[in-house]
């Protein structure tokens, strides 16, 4: 993308410690600038929050919330983003510099991928906010143009934490278009959005993944909201015939309308997905017959009855005789027909409540089965819920370190979820006690090679790219290593486990160019991947004609691969010309060599306070009028009387 000239945040410092280098890309939020982090002197994006939003201060309080819940996920899958504030006008973070391209710009080149390539993409993108969903973070706005593949293979959710502080901003055109083709039913109906909602947008990326088209399209807006809102999103296999049926059941599965028949989380689809990987994705999707309105009705079947021995039979009518004896007859048989009811109808509710009793005692009851159900990164009460929902008592809980499930969330039951057990039995809670924080290990002065396996043991990551500087030490040797907020490791005694450690590292000292010819200290200087200007020029009495008499190196920042070494050559001593002094009185005569630049040597009997008197002239000088001396030079005068 061009940038811009008269973009008023280039060359800004953000917070005095972000320098702003160049935009490279601008969407319906904000734009994105490389920078340098100044402090770490290692390369950031820095996204800065376009004025129409950054102007609206509930904006700007959702922005930095959401930020901040953003900046606790740590996860291979997860674009890092490492600060966040205010600067004056400007609402900005500070994330990880990612060399990528995004999936919306591999679907463009290639329109579809294979479905082995769709299972790597979606099983990163699952890992990732699988990680974003255990802390409690949905990020509602999943879309290709956010997943970025980066040049060395890595898988990258970007965005985290913008979505959220947006809603009550509008945005119009294709950015409309573009993020409300991965919007859930409920978020277009009601506008609420959960764990299950990056799901569905999940699923809506998978099949375009699998197809190269999106399921559904319109030329505005409201037309592809009501297909979201009221149909079914098809089999990828309708529109690819080879999409293997796995493919289609995760696609049916993670769109479904109803979010209640979605995975509950990335976590629960990350599961069935490593499944999907494990049965093989060879077989295409099944095409069943189509159902005809003929088999769509169904036929009732009544079952015969059976006469009820002992019911009674209809009441006769008497033609003749008292009608009393008649009304009596059938007052009687009318009465045993209620009494008979009224037995019938007690046996039938002490049936019921004999078969509810038996039914809660073997099923909720003590004497029933109940299957330990998943509580894995639920809040320790909602986990102490669904166990208590299902008759499950907990003996106890322990807890133990996790590095993605935050402290307080469960790990896992003892037994283990899908277990049978009895209603009665009890199970032990494993909760998580968050990431283990460590020692942090001694890298200062280790050769590179050494400080990386340490800190590996450690349980530690190296941050890429190293900070390499030209140092006194020796090429390859750590000069130091820096924590993510960039505090030197020598100052702490632990760190939380996996954190990146960011190692400043030699480059070998400068070359030294000094008295050198200009040729050869250029040549030392460009071998070593560093700049020469030797443009600048001095007479010299001492140094040779295009030896370096002086060689400037900045003092108020470290020297990298690709910085500039300034020198001085040197253009040999400057040549003057004698003047002719002879005949000139003494003073005269010792001005005159003076502000030629040279040193007067005079002999003469003459005492000085006569030296301007009649006669007291220069007879000879030793070195000819006309002559080129260096500058400097001596010459001999004789005013002998």
């Given at each position: ?32 600038y ?30 930095i ?13 997860v674009?890092n983003?490492?600060d ?101 039913p ?6 609420v ?18 197809t ?33 049926e ?24 990350l ?26 009705s ?5 079952r ?30 009318v ?29 909720l009851?003590?004497g ?18 669904l ?16 590095y993605?499930?935050?402290?307080g ?5 003892d ?27 001694e ?6 090679d ?8 450690a ?66 200087l ?54 002719d ?37 220069i ?23």
């Amino acid at each position: 993308m061009p940038v811009d000239s008269r973009d008023p945040v280039i060359g800004r410092l953000i917070d005095r410690r972000y320098e702003v280098s160049e935009r490279i890309a601008r969407g319906g939020m904000a734009s994105v600038y490389e920078g340098v982090d100044r402090r770490l002197d290692r390369k950031v994006a820095v996204k800065v929050m376009h004025p129409h939003l950054g102007d609206d201060p509930d904006f700007r309080e959702r922005f930095i919330q959401e930020a901040k819940a953003a900046a606790r996920l740590a996860h291979p899958n997860v674009v890092n983003t490492y600060d966040q504030g205010e600067d004056g006008d400007l609402a900005w973070l500070v994330m990880e510099l990612v060399p990528s391209i995004t999936l919306r710009d591999l679907l463009a080149e290639r329109g579809r991928i294979t479905a082995e390539q769709s299972l790597d993409v979606l099983e990163a993108i699952l890992a990732g906010l699988a990680a974003a969903h255990r802390a409690g973070i949905v990020h509602r706005d999943l879309k290709p143009e956010n997943i970025l593949l980066a040049h060395d293979g890595r898988i990258k959710i970007g965005d985290f934490g913008l979505a959220r502080a947006a809603t009550a901003n509008t945005a119009t055109g294709k950015a409309l278009l573009g993020t409300i083709a991965y919007l859930s039913p409920e978020l277009v109906t009601r506008g609420v959005a959960d764990t299950r909602s990056d799901i569905y947008a999940v699923g809506i990326m998978l099949f375009e993944m699998l197809t190269g088209t999106q399921p559904f399209t319109g030329d505005e807006p409201m037309q592809i909201a009501f297909q979201h809102a009221n149909e079914q999103v098809p089999l990828p296999s309708s529109v690819a015939g080879d999409v293997p049926e796995g493919m289609d059941s995760l696609v049916h599965w993670a769109t479904q309308r109803d979010p209640n028949l979605r995975p509950a989380n990335a976590a629960e689809m990350l599961e069935e997905v490593h499944a999907v990987r494990a049965r093989g994705l060879d077989r295409p999707t099944s095409v069943l017959p189509a159902v005809t309105e003929d088999d769509r009705s169904t036929t009732v079947i009544e079952r015969p009855r059976k006469p009820r021995r002992g019911a009674p039979v209809e009441p006769q009518v008497v033609e003749d005789g008292g009608d009393g004896v008649a009304t009596t007859a059938l007052a009687r048989r009318v009465t045993v027909r209620r009494r008979r009811g009224m037995l019938w109808l007690a046996a039938v509710l002490l049936g019921a409540l004999l078969a509810a009793g038996i039914g809660w005692w073997f099923n909720l009851g003590p004497g029933g089965n109940a299957t330990v159900p998943q509580v894995a990164g639920e809040p320790q009460a909602a986990a102490e819920q669904l166990l208590a929902e299902r008759g499950i008592e907990i003996a106890g809980s322990v807890t133990e370190p996790h590095y993605d499930i935050p402290a307080g969330h469960a790990l896992r039951t003892d037994p283990p979820a899908g277990t049978e057990i009895r209603s009665a039995d009890s199970v032990q809670l494993v909760l998580s006690s968050g990431r283990r924080s460590l020692p942090v290990p001694e890298v200062a002065g280790l050769q590179l090679d050494q400080a990386r396996a340490d800190i590996e043991a450690a349980e530690f990551a190296v941050a890429e790219p190293l900070d390499e500087i030209f140092d006194a030490s020796p090429a390859g040797t750590v000069i130091a290593g820096y924590a993510p907020d960039g505090t030197v490791l020598t100052e702490l005694e632990e760190l939380e486990e996996r954190s990146p450690i960011a190692l400043r590292v030699s480059l070998g000292p400068i070359p030294a160019a000094a008295g050198q010819s200009a040729d050869d200290a250029r040549a030392a200087l460009e071998a070593a991947g560093l700049e020469a200007d030797f443009s600048a020029e001095e007479h010299s009495a001492d140094v040779p004609a295009g030896v370096l008499i002086s060689v400037t190196v900045p003092s108020d920042r470290h020297m990298r691969a690709g910085d500039t070494v300034t020198g001085v050559v040197s253009l040999g001593p400057r040549m003057v010309e004698v003047p002719d002094v002879v005949g000139m009185p003494i003073p005269d005569a010792l001005r005159a060599i003076e502000e030629a630049g040279l040193q007067p040597d005079l002999t003469t009997n003459i005492p000085e306070p006569l030296w301007g008197a009649p006669g007291a002239d220069i007879v000879s000088q030793g070195t000819e009028a006309g002559e080129s001396v260096v500058e400097g030079a001596t010459v001999a005068l004789d005013a002998t009387y």
